[in-house]
């Protein structure tokens, strides 16, 4: 059974296993991450983990963690700002190995209580345009498309999800 935890120090290898598995690039929304993070060693790692936890009034930021291993990461964000204009209240991003397999559906729906019980009426969603699978989870937790943007690149699908 799979569980939403506070990023953690203790978990840096399986995290770094994770984050292999992506390749080159900044495409793991959910983890805070930024190219300025050094994750590769245990005094940038232990630093990472720290930002994440000083921004948590900002944001919630947890990983989707079964038997050790971590198969993604998950964000809500908090209020609205230029930057949740643009990614969204809540970001995910799942391992391709662990595609498929329901994570980010049932993280989501985790999120979304979260989001109702901080007080938020309804949150926005993004993805970009051809990520179908993405597009079609967010629908079937009651995502209504706002609309299609080409800014940011590439062109993206904003859903709104509104809340009990």
Known sequence: MPELIAPTPTLQEAWLQAHEEWGVGNHEDGFGLSSA????????????????????????????????????????R???TDFIKVAGHIGYGIKPS????????????????????????????????????SAGMIESRGGVLENESGTPNPKVRRYWIELA
């Open 37 to 76: 993070d050094d994750v590769n060693t245990s005094a940038g790692f232990d630093a990472w983990i720290r930002r994440l936890m000083n921004e948590s009034a900002q944001c919630t930021y947890r990983w989707i963690v079964e038997n050790g291993e971590v198969h993604g990461g998950i964000a809500l």
């Open 98 to 133: 662990a595609r498929r397999r329901g994570f980010a559906s049932w993280a989501l729906e985790k999120m979304l209580t979260a989001a109702n019980n901080l007080g938020m009426k309804r949150v926005l969603l993004v993805c970009e345009v051809d990520n179908r699978a």
């Open 78 to 80: 908090h209020g609205y």
